[in-house]
């Protein structure tokens, strides 16, 4: 019999495509940032909640690795699915040096990936297909590639760092291992003793590891041929950081009101929008972070961006996630008046509540764990539930940090 046809029979036309099907041509770099892959997958590990401990499901995981090099040059971990944020935080990291993310780790190996890639190789998912995304490739002059349908192997250096990352997490303890199989009776939730922000730090400790483990193809260390070939790089980095990561965030067209931008019915406010009033159609490009609704930024005249924050600053920083949570949860009330100052209340009481909280469902550990990451988003705002009057008039006072606007 064919063998082609018994695979197909046995394990599915996947299967028997992916041993069967030729493959064409090289995927080949010989620069460092040549070409970067960038994917996702679902991690094979159960996290619990920094609260109570209890499970809340699997994490998911964004890498980018270098093809010339090996090298791993970014990641993100989130409990949210894949999206044009987890593309652009990871795609951040990957661009920036990584100097202040080893001294948080206490690391002393070296991780020297830095720098803008030349081309990006991405599957056909919609978070690579959005507008923005596209937008912001060829704003900062970076070659956009898809993989063709139906060929996993164009994607094979990234899709063997996944699978060599997840031999790893299997070695944690809650893993779910590769397939209900290899799992066996092992009891992943009842054995599941890390948080998000555990792992988040194991899996960068771990991606140092594998940056300084000799590697098969290479005969050397992904560290030792960067080094190598340095001097080849193609890549530099973006002289304004946070306009290149602004850049990749997902955003909405709106327009300049007199009393602000408007952006899920809640008000925003910058001077720098006073001159754009009823110019023109009013409209302009407004970016925005899920993970933390106090702040966005508006695109004005030659793309430079404006910072605007809440017109109402006694509205406490939340997540999209949580805000839309909560105006649910005033429908269903029956609570009615200006979205900004229900959404406060809301919020507030509800916070207070999870505070006091006891044997939370896991959808409900879930979810408060996702509005906790809110807090490492943006301490300075996180940590402010509004402006309060300040005299500062007597020199004997204490000084505090303050936002700079």
């Not at 994607?155 to 291992?177: N, S």
């Amino acid at each position: 019999m064919d063998a082609r046809a018994i695979a197909k029979a046995r394990e599915g036309a996947k299967a028997a495509r992916q041993k069967f099907a030729p493959v064409v041509g090289d995927n080949k770099a010989n620069r460092p940032l040549e070409v970067v892959q960038i994917d996702h997958t679902p991690a094979d590990i159960i996290l619990v909640d920094s609260f109570e401990r209890q499970p809340i499901g699997r994490p998911w995981v964004t890498l980018a690795i270098d093809v010339a090099t090996r090298m791993v040059t970014g990641y993100y971990t989130s409990l949210e699915a894949p999206s044009r944020l987890s593309v652009a935080l990871c795609l951040t990291q990957a661009v920036a040096p990584k100097a202040e993310l080893l001294a948080e780790l206490v690391c002393n190996v070296p991780w020297p990936a830095q720098g803008k890639p030349h081309s990006i190789h991405v599957d056909n998912g919609r978070d690579f297909r959005s507008h923005a995304f596209r937008s912001a490739c060829a704003e900062w002059g970076i070659d956009l590639v898809y993989r063709p349908p139906g060929s996993p192997h164009f994607g094979g250096h990234i899709e063997r760092l996944i699978g060599t990352m997840m031999g790893a997490v299997h070695l944690l303890p809650g893993t779910t291992q590769s397939s209900v199989v290899a799992k066996g009776d092992y009891d992943a939730e009842g054995m599941a003793t890390m948080t998000l922000s555990d792992f988040d730090r194991w899996f960068a400790l771990e991606i140092c590891r594998y940056n300084n483990s000799i590697h098969s193809s290479l005969g050397c260390t992904p560290v030792a041929k960067w080094e190598a070939l340095s001097a080849e790089m193609m890549g530099d980095i973006p002289f304004e950081m946070e306009a290149f990561r602004v850049s990749f965030l997902p955003s909405e067209l709106r327009k300049v009101r007199r009393d602000g931008i408007h952006l899920f019915q809640i008000r925003y406010w910058s001077d720098a929008l006073a001159g754009h009033i009823g110019r023109g159609d009013g409209k302009v490009v407004v970016r925005y972070d899920p993970r933390d609704l106090s702040v966005i930024w508006v695109e004005l005249d030659g793309g430079r961006y404006a910072e605007a924050r809440y017109r109402n600053l006694e509205m406490p920083p939340v997540s999209l996630f949580e805000y839309r949570e909560a105006m649910k949860k005033a429908r269903a009330l029956g609570k009615s008046g200006s979205n900004e100052l229900v959404l406060g209340e809301l919020i507030r009481q509800q916070r207070q509540i999870e505070a006091e909280s006891r044997g939370l469902t896991k959808a409900e550990r879930r979810s408060r764990e996702r509005k906790g990451a809110l807090k490492g988003t943006n301490s300075a705002v996180a940590k402010t539930e509004g402006l309060r009057a300040i005299d500062t008039g007597d020199t004997s006072r204490p000084l505090f940090k303050v936002e700079r606007w």
